[in-house]
């Protein structure tokens, strides 16, 4: 097969220029996917992005959480777009080909446009922004037409079809992402609309937001008490977007009658306002997936003791993402169902419209998007520890170096925030040689709650030479964090931080 379109020079059928062209349809299709999409589930890139996920070996998983963290995320979603760029192109060589085969160019756009219209539907299940897919894609390759077929100074028309076509995917491209950030970004961790509380619990809020921001110590670059940017980590690569209306709560499994209910539903009991830190399993030891806020919503239980859950030993929250984690219901018992953060309605990114919080415990049994809780009469095995983890227990305690500011006068100050799930934190010490002695250091004033971090703070004298400062938290009851350093797979890691600071 050869091309004999154009100025008549005979091409391959993935010649450059086809291929050129190809691919700035595929590149169009992708931005016209997230042009109506923005960063959901229905963006052509965010199912490729979860299968790859999930197809990835445990250890290459593994590898990006421990290791890469965020980096890892990111590279997934590049490694997903170019594939979906890469799909979209291939059916624009089709249609392309098509055409050729035919004599016929204007065959060109619309056997493009159905094509790429055809794959972001069966990747996405999403009508709209696989219309908006094929339109783009079929409109690069017109414009690639119409280039060629118009004269142009000495530029042959197959490079005029090139540049039309390039041309006109960098103006997709362009428009798919201004269409498909408005809001998406803000939309992804801001709140959709105020959130709804008695005057009562408005009050509180703004006292206790308040009281968060006096008791956090005067530190500049570190995170104050309620968390300033709240870290995520997820599954999947594009969060679910469920209404409050579409959203539904079942308790199921072993108990004596299932219960369903909706958001409304859950607005008639009382809310509460909570404290309460969340922290990673798969962080690093000094990592930053360690955070805390403010979070309106009721007791969990008010929700499952209607259905009467008997004396199980275990759990399941699953959730709108197909996220599934097991626990023991005595866990459950303390738990919360939030519908509010830090005086907002909860953000997408945080589970939107609801999520479990589950005081004491690793954040990965804080199903986020929940939709049932299961109660169960045998153990299994969650999303996680499918996987290997064992991240279901309570979390590790730890104190976090993140802070270091050195005084004109030759003072040192360090911080950082420390951490003990439920089991609370009395006294932060402080080693600058390497841990041979040990001080205490100062804490910021604890906020109410039963599982809430606190600051501290040290400061000392410049030793004049090279020193390693360490860190460890003591519990409430006394006990001190193990010194035994063990990386977060597959229980989160132990260990006290340090760091080498020179003269
Ligand atoms: N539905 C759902 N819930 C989830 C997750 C998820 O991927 N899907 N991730 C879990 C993990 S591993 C952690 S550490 C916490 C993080 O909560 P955050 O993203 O609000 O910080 O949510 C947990 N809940
Ligand atoms: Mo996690």
Redesign the pocket.
Known sequence: MTDRSGDGRREGIVGARSLAVALAAGAAGVAGSYAVAAFTPSFVAGPIAGLLARRMPDVVVRYA?TVLGDLGEQLNVVTAVAIAVALFGAAALVGLAVARRREQASLGPPTTGVLVGVLAFGTTAAPLASVAAGLAAGLVVAVGNLASRTGGGGISSDRRRVLGGVGSAVVALGGGYVLGSRGSFGGDTGAAEPLEVTDTLRAEIDDLLAMAGERSLDVDDLDPLVSETFYE?DINATDPTITADEWELSVTGAVDEAVTYDYADVRTIEAENRFQS??????SLNGR?MDNALWTGVPIMELVDPAGPGEECCVMLRAADGFYEEFPLSALEDGFLAFGMNGETLPRGHGYPARALIPGH???INGKWLTEIEVLAQEVDGY?EERGWH?TGPVNTVAKLHHQTRFPDGRIQVGGHAYAGTRGIRAVEVSTDGGDSWAEATLSEPLPGEDVWRQWVYEYDLPGREHEVVVRAVEADGTVQPEAASKAFPSGPTGWVSRTISP
Do not use: H, T
């Open positions: 959480i980590v969340l922290r990673c399993v798969g962080e997936k690793w954040g990965e996680w991240g």
